[in-house]
C-alpha cells in the first residue's frame, strides 16, 4: 500500500482503493477526483521489455479514442508530462474510467448480441490500421495460437468430467486448428472481448476497456472470444451465434477458413480460461475473481460438445452468405458405394439410416449437423474419440508397432495391468483381435485341455461370427439362415423368468438334468459358454444360483467354465468389474472383446496356467496383431481412464438412477413391460397385449432416432430395447433419453 501511494502522489488526485476489481496479476485501482471524476489505476510489476509495451498500448488507446463509437479507456499523463509512471520496479498508468453496466451482469438481447458483433468488428478495423511495434513480439499463452502451451495445466481441473471435455478439445484443437492457425487473417487485437470489459446498455455496446491483452493474432479471434462469454448465456446457442456473426460480418468478410475453425476456436478460448482459473484456484484458493466466469464456461462446454461442429459450420456459413456444400452428393455416393460392394446383409441400423461423420464421448455427429445422444453403443467404452486413447495410439504409431515374435514392453505392461482385475487363478492371457477370434480360441483352448468336443450353451446366446463362434451361438445358427444345431453342440435354455411360465428353480433344475443326462449319455462337456447377462437374448440377467449351481456340476465332470465378458465386462455393471463376479463364480476360462480397446481391435482369452501349459502342445500360437506394441497401449489406457474417471462407480450410480427414472415412466406406460440389468446395461422389454411387442419396440426404437437417441432391440422377440452406453453417460443424459421415450410413447399412444 505504501508503494502505491507513493504512485499516487505524482498525481494531482486522491484516491480509492477498490479491492473488486483486482484482475489475475495486475493490480488495478478506481481513483476519484475531489469533483467526482473517476479513473483506473494500473499498477504493474516491471519485467523486461514491458514498459515499451505499456507505451505502446497508451499510444494506441490515445488513437483508438477517437476512433470508436463507444467509450474506451485512455490514459492521462502525470505531472511530469508522462502517461507511464515508473517506482521500485513498479510501472503505473491512470487511465479514464468507463462508466456503465457491464455486459456480465445482463443476458444479452437480439440488439446487445448485434451491437456485439458489429463492435467487435469495429474495434478490429481500427486496430488494423495501427503501428504494432512492440506488440506484435508479445507471446502470450491466452493467445490462442498458443493453446497449446497451457495442456499442462489440465491437471489442476478437479472435475472429472470437466478435465475430460477440456482434454478433448485440447486435441482437437491440437490436430484440426493448431496446423492451420497462422495462417489467418492476422490483427492486431483486443484479445479479451469477455463480459466484465464490455458495457452495455439496453441495445448497444457503450464501452471497452481493458487492452492489456493485446496481442497481433489471428483475427477471427476476437469473435471467438466473445462469442464465447457471449453464448454461455444463450437460450439457442446456434441462432446467437448466427446473430454475432451476422453483425460482425457486415463489417469484415469473414472467409470460409476462418469459419471452419471457429467452433473450436471459441471451445478454446474456454478451454485456456477453465485450465487457468483452476490453476489461478488451486494457488489463491480466496480470489473469487479467478474462478468469475469458470461456472458459465463449465456448464458451456458441456453444451458444446452437444452441438455437431458441421452444424455450426452450417449456422456459421449461413450468417456469412457462403455456399455450404450440400452433402446430399457425398451422402448418395456413401450409399451407391455400400450397395456395390458389400453385401447386402451386411445391415444398416433404423428404417432411415444415419450418415455419420464424427463422434466425442456420448454423443455422435451426422453429416446433416444433427447430435445423437449415444444410449447404446457400448464399445466406446470410456466414450467416442477419447483424447488419451487417440495420444496413445498415436504415439505408439510412431515409436514401435509388431508382433509377439520380439519382446517389447508395452505386451507385459499391459498384460500385467490387465491381469491384476483377475482372479489369482487367471493368470494368463492370449491376445487377438476380436471378440469372435476370442471365442474360437476359447472353445479351441477348452477341447485341447479336456481333450472332449462337446460344448453346451445357452440358447440366444451369441459368441462371433466364425465358423466355431456361429456353431457355439444359438442367436445365429438356429435363426434364419442357420444350419441348425452342429452335433457336438447342446442347448439349455435362456433361463428368462419375466413373462415367463417357468422360475429360476425350474430352469437351475432343468439345465442340472440336462447336464447329468448327457452324461449318462456319454455327452461329455468340454465346456460351458454364457454370457452373465445374455445381451443377443435381450439383456437378461442369468437368475442368482443359475451360474454357480451349473459351474459346480459342469466342473464335477471336468468341464471347463467359459464367461463371455464381451459385452459384460469393464466395469459396465457398476457393481462389478466382470458379471461373473455378480454370480460368485470363478470360471476356467474368459472371453474379453468389444470395449477392451474402446474401438481399437482388441480381443483377449484370459485363463489358467493349466489350461495354457495344455495349450502349448508342440503348435505355435501366433497372432499378426493380436498383442501387438500399440493394442497393448490402448488396452492399458482403456483401463487407466476407467480407474481414473471412477467410470465403474459412475456406471452404478448413472444405471441406478435410469432404473429409477424408467420404473416410473412404467407407472404411466405398461408397455415398458420390464425394466432389467445392471450398471449402464438395462433391457427394456416391450409388450403388447401381454404379447412380445416386437413391432412396438421397433417404432419406438425408430421414433427414438427421429429425436436423436441411438437405441437397438433384442431378444428373442426383438422385443426388448438396449441399453448399453458409454460409461461417461451421465443424470442429463438419463433424463433427456427417458424425455424422448416418454415423448414416444405418448405419440404411440395417441396413434392406437
Ligand atoms: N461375444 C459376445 C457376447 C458378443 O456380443 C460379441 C459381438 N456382438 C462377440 C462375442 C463377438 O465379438 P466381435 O464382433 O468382436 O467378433
Not at 502505491?4 to 486522491?14: A, C, H, V
Not at 483452476?278 to 480466496?286: I, M, Q, S, V
Not at 484370459?606 to 495349450?615: G, K, T
Request: hydrophobic share 35%.
Amino acid at each position: 500500500m505504501d508503494q502505491i501511494e507513493k504512485f499516487l502522489s505524482q498525481y494531482p488526485f486522491d484516491f480509492e482503493h477498490l479491492d473488486s476489481l483486482v484482475g489475475y496479476d495486475s493490480q488495478n485501482f478506481k481513483v476519484t477526483t475531489i469533483d467526482g471524476q473517476a479513473f483506473v489505476l494500473k499498477v504493474d510489476q516491471l519485467t523486461v521489455g514491458f514498459a515499451d509495451s505499456v507505451k505502446k498500448e497508451n499510444e494506441i488507446l490515445l488513437y483508438l479514442k477517437d476512433k470508436i463509437d463507444f467509450q474506451i479507456t485512455y490514459p492521462i499523463k502525470n505531472i511530469h508530462g508522462k502517461f507511464e509512471t515508473i517506482v521500485d520496479n513498479k510501472i503505473a498508468r491512470l487511465l479514464y474510467f468507463v462508466h456503465g453496466e457491464f455486459w456480465g451482469d445482463q443476458i444479452l438481447n437480439n440488439d446487445q448480441l448485434n451491437s456485439l458483433g458489429s463492435s467487435i468488428a469495429k474495434t478490429i478495423i481500427e486496430l488494423r490500421k495501427v503501428d504494432v511495434g512492440i506488440i506484435a513480439l508479445k507471446d502470450q499463452s491466452w493467445d490462442l495460437i498458443n493453446l497449446m502451451d497451457n495442456i499442462g495445466l489440465v491437471n489442476f481441473v478437479q472435475d472429472i468430467e470437466e478435465k475430460r471435455l477440456i482434454l478433448y478439445f485440447f486435441d482437437q484443437y491440437h490436430q484440426f486448428v493448431s496446423p492451420h492457425h497462422k495462417y489467418l487473417r492476422k490483427s492486431l487485437i483486443h484479445n479479451d472481448f469477455n463480459n466484465w470489459n464490455v458495457l452495455m446498455d439496453k441495445s448497444h455496446v457503450i464501452g471497452l476497456i481493458d487492452f492489456g491483452d493485446m496481442v497481433y493474432s489471428a483475427m477471427i479471434n476476437d469473435l471467438a472470444i466473445a462469442m464465447s462469454y457471449a453464448l454461455c448465456t444463450s437460450k439457442d446457442i446456434l441462432e446467437d451465434s448466427k446473430t454475432i456473426i451476422t453483425a460482425f460480418n457486415k463489417i469484415i468478410a469473414l472467409k470460409s477458413e476462418e469459419l471452419d475453425v471457429l467452433y473450436l476456436l471459441i471451445a478454446g478460448r474456454m478451454i485456456t480460461s477453465l485450465v487457468n482459473s483452476a490453476k489461478g484456484k488451486a494457488e489463491n484458493p480466496d480470489n473469487e475473481y479467478i474462478s468469475v466466469n469458470a461456472k458459465l464456461y463449465k456448464a458451456l462446454l458441456k453444451k458444446w460438445i452437444q452441438i455437431n461442429p458441421i452444424g455450426f459450420k452450417k449456422t456459421a456459413y449461413e450468417a456469412c452468405d457462403i455456399q455450404y456444400n450440400s452433402n446430399e452428393q457425398q451422402k448418395n455416393k456413401i450409399d451407391q458405394i455400400r450397395t456395390d460392394h458389400f453385401g447386402s446383409n451386411l445391415s444398416l441400423s433404423y428404417e432411415e439410416p444415419i450418415f455419420m461423420s464424427s463422434s466425442a464421448f456420448q454423443y455422435m455427429y451426422d453429416l446433416d449437423g444433427n447430435t445423437y445422444l449415444d444410449a447404446y453403443n457400448n464399445i466406446p467404452l470410456v466414450g467416442h474419440s477419447h483424447p488419451l486413447i487417440s495420444k496413445a495410439i498415436s504415439d505408439q504409431v510412431r515409436i514401435l508397432n509388431t508382433n509377439t515374435r520380439y519382446h517389447y514392453t508395452e505386451l507385459g505392461d499391459y498384460a500385467n495391468k490387465l491381469l491384476s482385475f483377475f482372479p489369482s487363478h487367471l493368470n494368463k492371457v492370449f491376445f487377438v483381435n476380436s471378440g469372435s477370434a476370442a471365442s474360437d480360441l476359447a472353445i479351441r483352448l477348452a477341447k485341447t485341455h479336456t481333450q472332449r468336443e462337446d460344448i453346451y450353451v445357452l440358447e440366444e446366446g451369441y459368441h462371433g461370427n466364425t465358423q466355431t463362434g456361429i456353431q457355439i451361438s444359438h442367436y445365429k445358427h438356429s435363426k434364419k439362415g442357420g444350419n441348425g444345431r452342429s452335433k457336438n453342440i447342446h442347448h439349455f435354455p435362456l433361463p428368462k423368468t419375466f413373462n415367463s411360465e417357468h422360475d429360476a428353480e425350474y430352469f437351475i433344475d432343468d439345465a442340472l438334468k440336462r447336464i447329468d443326462k448327457y452324461y449318462k449319455e456319454k455327452i461329455i462337456p468340454a465346456a460351458f459358454i454364457a454370457e452373465p447377462i445374455s445381451g443377443c437374448g435381450g439383456q437378461v440377467p442369468l437368475p442368482p444360483s443359475y451360474l454357480s449351481s451349473i459351474y459346480e456340476k459342469i466342473k464335477s465332470y471336468g468341464g471347463l467354465c467359459v464367461s463371455d465378458e464381451v459385452q459384460t465386462g469393464f466395469g459396465r455393471l457398476g457393481s462389478h468389474f466382470w458379471g461373473f463376479e455378480m454370480h460368485n463364480v470363478l470360471p476356467d476360462i474368459v472371453l474379453l472383446g468389444k470395449p477392451i480397446g474402446n474401438g481399437h481391435p482388441i480381443g483377449a482369452v484370459v485363463c489358467s496356467s493349466e489350461i495354457a501349459d495344455s495349450f502349448d502342445n508342440g503348435m505355435e500360437f501366433f497372432s499378426s496383431f493380436g498383442g501387438n506394441p500399440v493394442s497393448c497401449r490402448v488396452g492399458k489406457e482403456v483401463l487407466n481412464i476407467l480407474e481414473s474417471e471412477q467410470l465403474q462407480r459412475r456406471a452404478k450410480e448413472v444405471g441406478q438412477y435410469w432404473k429409477d427414472e424408467l420404473h416410473k415412466l412404467q407407472q404411466e406406460f405398461p408397455l415398458l413391460a420390464d425394466i432389467r440389468g445392471s450398471g449402464l446395461f438395462i433391457g427394456i422389454e416391450i409388450l403388447e397385449d401381454n404379447k412380445p411387442g416386437t413391432r412396438l419396440a421397433n417404432r419406438i426404437k425408430n421414433k427414438m432416432k427421429n429425436n436423436f437417441v441411438l437405441t437397438s432391440t433384442d431378444g428373442k422377440y426383438n422385443n426388448v430395447i438396449k441399453v448399453k452406453p458409454p460409461l461417461c453417460f451421465n443424470e442429463d443424459n438419463v433424463d433427456h433419453f427417458c424425455l424422448i421415450l416418454k415423448k414416444c410413447c405418448d405419440e404411440i399412444k395417441e396413434v392406437n
